[in-house]
């Protein structure tokens, strides 16, 4: 009898963690990336806001996007008031930046950085328009005939007081097809672009994609 007790707990304790497993959150921590050559001089202007350089300015090009999503640990505790910078190519792929050395035509009304903190809940958003992507020369396989690229992606640091400054990447799950062959992303397993990819919503006529992306770091 005790023994059927005993059993009896233990299915009822085997049950309560299958449960407490199938509820988990999942949080998986994002890959680490490199900066790039375009990392921002100086920190930018506090503004998540990058579709236009004044309030009443003309609009930048482009497919508007809402980039949001949370910043959390790999428990999913959210990281309150963490800082996330943010920079990017305009939608023709190019930056406005000193290392920036193509002459292609660059949005002169699209801010290329901008800055925001998580709220109480870890919680972040910005207004900007979906990159182009950008040839990279230098690094083709002249070789074997195989060209070197982009594909679009938003870079960003999230500061944690205390923490290393945390740095990688963006990709948006519309490009999939492309971004296997990315100069980055080229090689790397299928489950770590995932981590690295934001989840894009189809958006009414004239109205800014949902693009949803944690910073699990
Ligand atoms: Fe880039």
Known sequence: MKRRRFLGNMLAAGVAVGVAHVCARECKKIPA?????MKPLANPPLTNDLTRRHPDGPEAVGHKITLMGRVTDQNCVP???AEIILW?????GMYDH???????WRDPNFCYEGRTITDSEGRYLFHTVLPGSYPVPGKADKERGLVAFRAPHIHFTVSVPGQRTFTSQILFDLYNDINKFDLVMYGKEQQERDL?????????EGQPMLCHFDMVI
Do not use: F, H, K, M
Not at 33 to 37: E, K, V
Not at 88 to 92: D, R, S
Not at 196 to 204: G, I, K, Q, Y
């Open 33 to 37: 990336s490199g900066a790039g050559p």
């Open 79 to 81: 990281l309150a008031y």
């Open 88 to 92: 990017q190519a305009c939608a023709t």
């Open 98 to 104: 000193p290392n920036e050395d193509r002459a292609e």
């Open 196 to 204: 690295l990819t934001a989840r894009v919503e189809p958006a009414e």
